[in-house]
Nanobody, 125 residues
C-alpha cells in the first residue's frame, strides 16, 4: 500500500519560511496529481496547492498565492511546499495527498484517496 510521509514542519516567526516535503513509498509522484491541504482544529480541511503528474498544471488557494510554491522532484519521489512570508493564520497541520487523476489539478479533498499523517506548522506573531 502506498504511503506518504510529510516532514519539515515546525515553529517559525511571522515572515519566516519553511519547506515541507512529502515522500512517497513508491513511484507515484510523477504519475498522479498531488496536493497539499491544511487543517486547523474545529475547521474543515482546506486546500493549499496542487500539481499534476507532468508538473505543468499547478493551482493555489487564493490565501497562499504569491507566498507558497509547490514543486516536485520525481527522482526523489518527493513533492515539496515552499512556504514564504508565513503568517500566524497559516498555522495548521499540513497534509499531502495523492489523487487518482493524472492530468487535472484538484482543489477538493474528495478527489484524493491517499493521505499522509500530517506535519504541524506553527507561525508565531
Amino acid at each position: 500500500q502506498v504511503q506518504l510521509v510529510e516532514s519539515g514542519g515546525g515553529l517559525v516567526q511571522a515572515g519566516g519560511s519553511l519547506r515541507l516535503s512529502c515522500t512517497a513509498s513508491d513511484h507515484i509522484i510523477s504519475s498522479y496529481t498531488m496536493g497539499w491541504f491544511r487543517r486547523v482544529p474545529g475547521k474543515e480541511r482546506e486546500f493549499v496547492a496542487t500539481i499534476t503528474s507532468s508538473g505543468r498544471g499547478i493551482s493555489y488557494a487564493d490565501s497562499v498565492k504569491g507566498r507558497f510554491t509547490i514543486f516536485k522532484d520525481a527522482a526523489k519521489n518527493t513533492v515539496y511546499l515552499q512556504m514564504n512570508s508565513l503568517r500566524p493564520e497559516d498555522t495548521a497541520v499540513y497534509y499531502c495527498a495523492r489523487s487518482p487523476d493524472k492530468f487535472y489539478t484538484r482543489d477538493s479533498p474528495t478527489y484524493y484517496t491517499v493521505w499522509g499523517q500530517g506535519t504541524q506548522v506553527t507561525v508565531s506573531s
